[in-house]
């Protein structure tokens, strides 16, 4: 028997298009090399930045 599965990716496009709009906010502010090799990593975890702040914000 042949079992289906469905899958919705919608959060993964969410998630590139935040990846690429960070990266692009990141890099463009950066004033160096190095900074900007900085922002493309923190562009990976832009997420974990969101929450926090989320978090933060309605913590206070």
């Known amino acids: 028997m042949l079992d289906v599965v ?3 990716s919608s959060s993964s ?3 590139g298009l935040g990846f690429v709009g ?3 906010y990141f890099i463009s502010t ?3 090399f190095w900074i900007g090799v900085l922002g493309f990593l923190k562009a990976i975890v832009w ?3 969101l929450v926090y ?3 933060k ?3 206070s």
């Open 6 to 8: 469905y899958k919705n």
């Open 13 to 15: 496009a969410v998630y």
């Open 22 to 24: 960070a990266a692009i």
């Open 30 to 32: 950066a004033t160096g």
């Open 47 to 49: 997420p974990v930045f």
């Open 53 to 55: 702040d989320a978090f």
């Open 57 to 59: 914000f309605l913590g």
